[in-house]
């Protein structure tokens, strides 16, 4: 029997890192569900479909890469999109349902606003009536 080693980016033998649940929806499909606030699964829609400069961007709020004086590298723009990067890979889209579920239930604990607080896309101001973790269906 062969063992197969993999995640969202490599795997052992190759061709399987798609497998991973940062591919093809499972990691929305398991997060979104976790959160009953209409502005948080609307943002998980929004991830699911935006574009490339918009994924790297929320990317960018919710997981910082580079400073003002040392901007991201092309390699770390390039790092959750398929071959093509940034400018024609796919995004692995599974990194941004994760992160957003993880932002949101630890600025929860901290009382904390919203990442896109300074962002174009507002689809709340605060976290205070978070009800994280508790399912939809009951």
Known sequence: MTTINFNSKHSN????????NFYGGAE???MAPR????????LFDH???????EFWRW???LNPKGTEK????QAQKDFWFTKG?????IPIRGIA??????????QQRNGAKLPWQDSTFHPSKSIRNFQTMKRKHG
Not at 13 to 20: I, K, M
Not at 97 to 106: E, G, I, S
């Open 13 to 20: 033998p190759g061709g399987y890192s798609e497998l991973s």
């Open 28 to 30: 929305f499909e398991y």
């Open 35 to 42: 959160f009953i606030q209409s502005e948080i699964t609307r």
């Open 47 to 53: 991830l699911e479909t935006c574009n490339n400069d």
């Open 59 to 61: 990317l960018q709020i």
């Open 70 to 73: 040392k901007p991201a590298t």
């Open 85 to 89: 990067g940034l400018e024609d890979g």
């Open 97 to 106: 349902a994760q992160l957003l579920a993880r932002w949101c239930v630890q």
